[in-house]
């Protein structure tokens, strides 16, 4: 038997972090459950009724750390039960625009993993620019990781300026193999929300971009609270900041309104988004043609639907851009770091992401849109193409995965796993 556990961002209800764990769970029975007569696997979680909802199979088990005291305690209590392998499955595990806190969390668990003789897999995962020290950091720990797999080509590069000596394999996102519902489900949906499905239909998926990081603090304003003790930071000139981002937002809205003549889905791809998706709607000028859309409401099955079935998406969520991929959606991004940027990169459509510093952020989506619709069969052709080459790297995850367990591990294991 080889026991498995799971460290990301499970339990608060982001549709992105969740999908990737239930996919992981999927790699893993596909590869190493070949392997092996017996694949017990532990998800660790802030809320595991939350989790459950995503996944599904009771042979997983959940390890609910749901606070700050919890969390150290229920890594060292996990990490020193007889475990096998700590899986890192969060898409932003060597990311710290966040917060430095999860980024020191996962290094933490893959050092005591070590430290306790267990083998630590990096599972597609990204790496952003960091922080000095932070970069530091990582390339101490980060070359103990005994596999490293990495989304983006990117995300190498950066690991390997960062001083990571270990070898890095690069694939696809492994939500590229979540494959979106029948178009039923999305009609359903659709009717349930009092949508009209015969009027062209766009989703706008926004997040606050302005009150990262996340810090810990004694205490602070209630409305701050992220998971005490973690507050949002906020300053006079992020609310300012704020403030015009979902007035421009909602001038887009009242232009794809006005303009195009289309239904706005406004999609909450994570809980932290219900609250801006709401005080965008307020300020439309016609918020009987937008509806909120909220994950914990839907889910993975009914997001994807709604996702695949659009004229275009404007995201500033990556993985509402990966779920919509598969149907060739025409994208539009807003960007505030390396992750949309360089998926649009590799897609050949650049000149549809918006950079969030812009000072004409509304008339810029309106440019990228005129150039998205006046062009819209060659952006999916490029999207679809796209797709193609991210299926087959994503069909690498398994692959490596199971040469990694084969030739690495149970070669030095084999004697201590039983059958």
């Known amino acids: 038997m080889i026991r498995i556990v799971l460290a990301g961002y499970l339990g608060r209800n982001n549709i992105g972090s969740e999908a990737r764990a239930v996919m992981t769970i999927q790699d893993v029975r596909?590869?190493?459950?070949?392997?092996?007569?017996?694949?017990?696997?532990?998800?660790?979680?802030?809320?595991?009724?939350?989790?459950?909802?995503?996944?599904?199979?009771?042979?997983?088990?959940?390890?609910?750390?749901?606070?700050?005291f919890a969390l150290l305690p229920g890594i060292l209590r996990i990490m020193f039960e007889p475990n096998d392998i700590l899986f890192l499955t969060e898409g932003a595990t060597f990311t710290d625009h966040f917060s430095s806190f999860f980024f020191y969390a996962f290094l933490l668990a893959t050092f005591l993993a070590k430290a306790s003789g267990k083998k630590v897999v990096a599972y597609v995962v990204e790496c952003g620019e960091l922080k000095p020290f932070n970069r530091r950091l990582l390339r101490y720990i980060g070359n103990k990781i005994d596999l490293i797999i990495t989304r983006t080509e990117d995300s190498?590069?950066?690991?390997?300026?960062?001083?990571?000596?270990?070898?890095?394999?690069?694939?696809?996102?492994?939500?590229?193999?979540?494959?979106?519902?029948?178009?039923?489900?999305?009609?359903?949906?659709?009717?349930?929300?009092?949508?009209?499905?015969?009027?062209?239909?766009?989703?706008?998926?926004?997040?606050?971009?302005?009150?990262?990081?996340?810090?810990?603090?004694?205490?602070?304003?209630?409305?701050?609270?992220?998971?005490?003790?973690?507050?949002?930071?906020?300053?006079?000139e992020k609310c300012n900041r704020s403030r015009e981002f979902k007035k421009d937002m909602s001038q887009y809205v009242d232009?794809?309104?006005?303009?195009?003549?289309?239904?706005?889905?406004l999609i909450a791809m994570d809980e932290m988004d219900v609250p801006i998706s709401k005080e965008i709607h307020s300020l439309s000028k016609h918020p009987d043609h937008v509806r909120v859309i909220s994950n914990s409401e839907y889910g993975i099955s009914g997001?994807?639907?709604?996702?695949?079935?659009?004229?275009?998406?404007?995201a500033t969520r990556y993985h509402a851009c990966v779920l919509s991929i598969p149907s060739a959606i025409p994208l539009i991004g807003v960007s505030s770091d390396a992750r949309l940027k360089s998926l649009f990169r590799e897609m050949g459509i650049i000149d549809c992401c918006v950079d969030l510093s812009t000072k004409t952020l509304c008339n810029d989506l309106i440019c990228a849109t005129e150039r998205v619709l006046e062009n819209e069969k060659e952006y999916r052709s490029r999207i679809a193409d796209a797709y193609g080459h991210y299926q087959k790297r994503v069909a690498e995850n398994s692959s490596i995965l199971r040469r990694w367990f084969v030739n690495d591990f149970q070669k030095v294991n084999r004697d201590e796993i039983s059958s």
């Not at 017996?38 to 606070?67: K, P, W």
């Not at 709604?306 to 998406?313: E, K």
């Open 30 to 68: 596909r590869s190493i459950g070949e392997e092996v007569n017996h694949v017990q696997i532990t998800a660790l979680t802030l809320n595991a009724t939350n989790t459950r909802r995503y996944i599904s199979d009771q042979t997983v088990d959940m390890q609910e750390i749901g606070s700050i």
């Open 156 to 236: 190498k590069r950066r690991m390997i300026r960062f001083g990571i000596k270990k070898p890095i394999h690069v694939t696809a996102d492994m939500v590229f193999q979540y494959r979106p519902p029948d178009r039923d489900l999305a009609l359903r949906l659709l009717k349930e929300q009092h949508v009209d499905p015969q009027k062209p239909i766009v989703a706008v998926a926004p997040k606050e971009f302005y009150w990262f990081p996340i810090r810990p603090e004694p205490w602070g304003p209630k409305q701050n609270l992220y998971h005490y003790p973690f507050y949002f930071t906020w300053t006079e």
């Open 255 to 265: 232009y794809l309104i006005e303009k195009l003549d289309v239904n706005v889905l």
């Open 303 to 314: 997001i994807s639907a709604l996702l695949s079935s659009l004229r275009f998406l404007v």
